[in-house]
């Protein structure tokens, strides 16, 4: 038998298992004839933020728009700037621009990939001693690849400078920091209901998370053209809505992220115990940390050699992320040069996203890692 195309993910199969209730939940939209705001989003927001371990969701476009609203919601804006990472998607840095605020970058714990601590500390000491620490308003942690980010000590850091935290949670449904879900941590949590993402809709899709009420109740005003009541507008908002149908979908979805989240918890450890001796570097977990693995991501100097090897041999690989942010175009009015974040730098070189889904069969893992192994001897 000749090889087995692997893809990258196949959403088609977690669709198979519930379609017949999404399909239900689907026609029951249709058959209320509401779209917009209606019963639908509003139980998806108190089912999802309970489920985050905080009181209020409030329904958003996308995960892009969920940074961008929350920033607004905390007050960042033109002249501000905001502190974050640079491996991470773009819509991160954009949200924060979008505000008219500016990114700071800091670079990357080498373990989890994501913000360093330390980095975070230096930059706010630099910042403090050239008296500019009060144009600082915000850091925005990425719990990337489902890892959450060290948020005991960016708290603290937080708390010490006077600043709020935003959490970039996109990557991490229902990953926890200390037994404690990620989205709960700062004063506001941000998720993305992209399709692929671990929580995914059949469209776009996102939320803001928060304990804060007054801040809901200002992102509801924001999501939705400011107007509290029919045609009073009492600030300038936009128009960004979870719709009825996507979080008809969500609902549905939602009660099978944590067995889901399991499922990806036991494929990572197949694929970590299979390529255990040959060398690459597989995710680490952290001790504090539970991982969702929304992508199992390897690291090897010789990179490219093994994507291309793998797509020749029909295996699907992609890289989370091949251009750090602060090099990348869009950016250059900020100034960064190659060499600003060493660790960020150096592992876009180097890692490589596997194959890797909750219906991934085990048999796909070990035909992903016998062509690695081939490829190495
Ligand atoms: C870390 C991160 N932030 C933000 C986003 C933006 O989310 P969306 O695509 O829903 O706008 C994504 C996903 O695409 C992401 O992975």
Redesign the pocket.
């Known amino acids: 038998m000749g090889f087995k195309v692997v893809p990258f993910i196949d959403l088609t199969r977690h669709y198979k298992e519930i379609q017949d209730e999404v399909f239900s939940a689907v026609r029951r939209v249709f058959e209320k004839g509401r779209f917009i705001l209606g019963e639908e989003v509003s139980a998806f927001e108190e089912e999802f933020s309970r489920y985050c371990g905080v009181r209020y969701g409030v329904g958003v476009?996308?995960?892009?728009?969920?940074?961008y609203l929350a920033l607004k919601a905390a007050g960042v804006g033109e002249g501000d700037e905001v502190i974050t990472v640079a491996n991470?998607?773009?819509?991160?840095a954009l949200?924060i621009s979008q505000t008219g605020a500016k990114p700071l970058f800091v670079d990357i714990d080498p373990e989890t990939y994501t913000m360093d601590p330390n980095a975070l500390e230096h930059l706010l000491r630099r910042q403090k001693a050239k008296g500019g620490r009060r144009r600082i308003r915000a850091i925005l942690p990425?719990?990337?690849y489902g890892h959450p980010a060290r948020m005991d000590s960016i708290m603290d850091l937080a708390k010490r400078h006077d600043l709020v935290v935003v959490e970039?949670?996109?990557?991490a449904h229902g990953a926890r920091y200390q037994g404690r879900k990620v989205g709960s941590f700062g004063l506001l949590g941000?998720?993305?209901?992209?399709p692929?993402?671990n929580l995914g809709g059949y469209g776009?899709?996102?939320m803001v998370v928060t304990d804060e009420r007054r801040l809901s109740e200002k992102l509801r005003l924001l999501r939705c053209y400011g107007e509290k009541e029919k045609y009073q507008h009492v600030l300038k908002g936009f128009n960004s809505r979870l719709d009825e149908i996507q979080a008809a979908i969500l609902r549905i979805k939602l009660r099978y992220l944590d067995q889901k989240n399991e499922e990806r918890r036991r494929k990572a450890e197949i694929y970590r115990r299979m390529l255990k001796g040959e060398g690459f570097h597989p995710p680490v977990e952290d001790e504090k940390a539970r991982h969702v693995y929304?992508l199992f991501v390897i690291r090897t100097k010789r990179r490219n050699g093994l994507q291309a090897f793998l797509k020749e041999k029909g295996i699907e690989t992609l890289i989370?992320y091949p251009g750090p942010i602060h090099l990348q175009r869009a950016f250059r009015e900020l100034g960064n040069s190659k060499g600003d974040l060493p660790m960020t730098e150096r592992y876009a070189k180097e890692i490589l996203s596997l194959p890797f889904f909750p219906e991934m069969t085990e048999s796909e893992i070990e035909e992903v890692v016998k062509n690695i192994r081939s490829w190495i001897r």
Do not use: M, N, P, R
């Not at 476009?61 to 940074?67: C, M, Q, V, Y």
């Not at 970039?168 to 990557?171: G, I, M, N, P, T």
């Open positions: 476009g996308s995960g892009t728009e969920a940074l991470s998607f773009i819509a991160t949200a990425v719990h990337l970039d949670a996109c990557q941000c998720f993305s209901f992209y692929t993402k776009d899709g996102g929304h989370h």
